[in-house]
């Protein structure tokens, strides 16, 4: 079952318990909204196109509240959000604010009825951020969790293994700080492989737990493109995706110019040295990552060294027989790559049985966790 959106009745039941966790003393009271109409994959730049249409508008941090799905107590996830706040003036001349959404809801909420929600403002979430570092386009923003304080603190202990995105939990708003957006390296046939793989992991994601290569997200992109933040993101992946084509054609042809010979101990190494080279220039911080890296970018050298290799000594009537091998080379991707995800996978396991055991929760427990997003 997913999460659902916190019905104001159920609410009222439950504030006393979640709104000390999430707000200040003196912050304003939550309040329940109405959906907008902007992309729910877009919040923060719906928010920001609202901004410049309006400057009679601000900025509102706080959180969207939904309930998780837990039979045996209650257990909540604060979702961070952005609305509007949008003076308005009654009659005696008195101005309120009023909170606006600029975002829709999911397909999914829509189709259960829930197109209201329970907004939470809140002056501590993502207090680190500036406003306008919240619609830079620059970050990845989280939740807080609550309720059950077992359920809740094995939640943020699982999520903390999976990835930049999904990391970004915790159980106060101090401590659910952003993390820079990053672009991943997306190496040959893997996106083919996803498909295949039916994996319902973000492939950003997937491909970060792997270690592929990654650099910073470039903000400036939304500047120069007058077009929607889907297409900017769109074309800040094309840029890297040629980026890592340059990346790894300009390491090939490194390592083509060395004499070692196809299928030796010599390349193995050669390659395998301009792989540490080159993760060492990127942004991949876990270890376990780095080396999974090491290894799958060497692969990708040495099959794309080969290949060069063979194009190079090759007529153009065997120029034929290396196209036919593409198949096999795919193939061979698929394999590597699957190698690789079961290993990293097996290794997330291995730490999340050892931090299970180190903070005594039973396995009963974890599988809890796991599931209850």
Not at 10 to 29: C, E, M, Y
Not at 144 to 159: F, I, K, N, P
Request: hydrophobic share 40%; proline share 5%.
């Amino acid at each position: 079952m997913a999460d659902v959106v916190f019905s104001g009745p159920d609410f009222s039941t439950h504030r006393k318990r979640i709104l000390p966790t999430l707000r200040a003393k003196d912050d304003p009271h939550p309040r329940l909204l109405q959906h907008g109409t902007g992309s729910p994959q877009t919040p923060f730049d719906n928010v920001r196109t609202a901004l410049l249409a309006d400057p009679t508008l601000r900025l509102v941090r706080g959180y969207r509240l939904m309930r998780c799905p837990y039979d045996e107590g209650l257990l909540w996830r604060a979702q961070f959000r952005v609305v509007v706040s949008r003076p308005v003036v009654l009659e005696g001349g008195k101005t309120v604010d009023t909170y606006e959404d600029v975002t829709r809801a999911f397909d999914e909420e829509i189709r259960m009825g829930d197109n209201r929600f329970v907004f939470v403002p809140s002056s501590r979430a993502h207090r680190e951020q500036s406003d306008a570092e919240l619609t830079s386009g620059m970050f990845h923003f989280g939740c807080v969790v609550g309720g059950e304080s077992v359920v809740a603190d094995a939640l943020v202990s699982h999520y903390a293994l999976h990835g930049r995105r999904k990391g970004i939990i915790a159980l106060t708003p101090e401590t659910c700080v952003a993390r820079r957006r990053m672009l991943v390296s997306l190496y040959p046939h893997f996106v083919e492989w996803q498909m295949e793989h039916e994996s319902d992991e973000d492939i950003d994601g997937l491909a970060e737990d792997m270690g592929f290569m990654m650099r910073p997200y470039d903000p400036l992109l939304h500047d120069q493109f007058a077009t929607t933040s889907l297409a900017c993101a769109a074309r800040a992946h094309l840029v890297e995706k040629l980026l890592t084509v340059e990346r790894i054609t300009d390491a090939v042809a490194r390592v083509v110019a060395d004499p070692a010979a196809p299928d030796s101990q010599e390349e193995v190494e050669l390659c395998e040295a301009e792989a540490e080279a080159m993760l060492q220039r990127t942004a991949v911080e876990d270890h376990f990552c780095v080396l999974s890296g090491v290894e799958t970018l060497q692969f990708v050298l040495m099959v794309e060294r080969r290949k060069a290799l063979a194009v190079l000594k090759s007529g153009p009537d065997e120029c034929a027989s290396v196209a036919a091998s593409r198949t096999e080379e795919a193939q061979a991707y698929f394999e590597h790559y699957s190698k690789m995800h079961a290993r990293v996978k097996r290794s997330i396991a291995r730490r999340e049985e050892a931090l299970h055991a180190r903070r005594g929760w039973g396995s009963a427990t974890g599988a809890s966790a796991a599931k209850a997003f």
